[in-house]
């Protein structure tokens, strides 16, 4: 298997790198730390500047920096004061779009719960010291595994951005169907 490259992150279309990202292998490999493996079952895309549940949406910031660099980085950030969320920054430098890693199965040296952005950053040790780290590195990387035959991607509305009107709506959210490491579904309220 080989590691994907930074074309693949540099795809205009943050939507179909959250969807290829499925099925494929994450492994983080951090100096004296154990090796931990597995397979990405869920994302989520955010489309740049213009997406208003993203947080590139406030532009460039000390934050969001990583966002508008170069495709295949870690942007990692911190909510609720205590979880971390790990992002592969995607699309063209200045696009501020990336995906956010939601759901793993565990294939290798994970024993925490893997669903949900915050228990995978836990489970794979991944903190703020991770932000700006080479995806394409020898770190954090990806492994380009295919999806398995009859094994289906299923499209549905992000989770927690109600905040971002018209955009919580969005089918930007992309998961192995009927897997158990997937996070629990949106309640969203109807569209008015």
């Known amino acids: 298997m080989s590691k994907l490259e930074r074309d693949f992150y540099a795809n205009p279309n943050c939507a179909e790198v959250a969807h290829g990202l499925i099925g494929k292998t994450l492994v983080v490999h951090k100096p004296g730390q154990p090796k931990r493996v597995g397979r990405i079952v869920e994302t989520e895309a955010y489309l740049g500047p213009h997406d208003l549940a993203a947080h590139s949406s406030k532009g460039v910031t000390a934050r969001t920096q990583v966002m508008f660099g170069e495709p295949g980085y870690v942007y990692v950030y911190l909510i609720y004061g205590m979880h971390h969320c790990m992002n592969l920054v995607s699309g063209p430098v200045g696009s501020g779009s990336g995906v956010l890693l939601r759901g793993l199965e565990p294939i290798e040296g994970i024993t925490l719960p ?15 010291a991770d932000y700006g780290t080479d995806a394409c590195g020898k770190h954090i ?48 309220k109807p569209p008015k």
């Open 141 to 188: 990387y990806v492994l380009d595994t295919p999806l398995a035959s009859g094994e289906q991607v299923e499209k549905s509305p992000r989770i927690g951005v109600d905040y971002a009107g018209d955009w919580a709506h969005e089918l930007l959210r992309f998961s192995m169907k009927d897997s158990p490491y997937v996070s629990k579904p949106p309640k969203l």
């Open 114 to 128: 893997t669903n949900g952005p915050g228990r995978l950053c836990k489970a794979l040790g991944i903190t703020r």
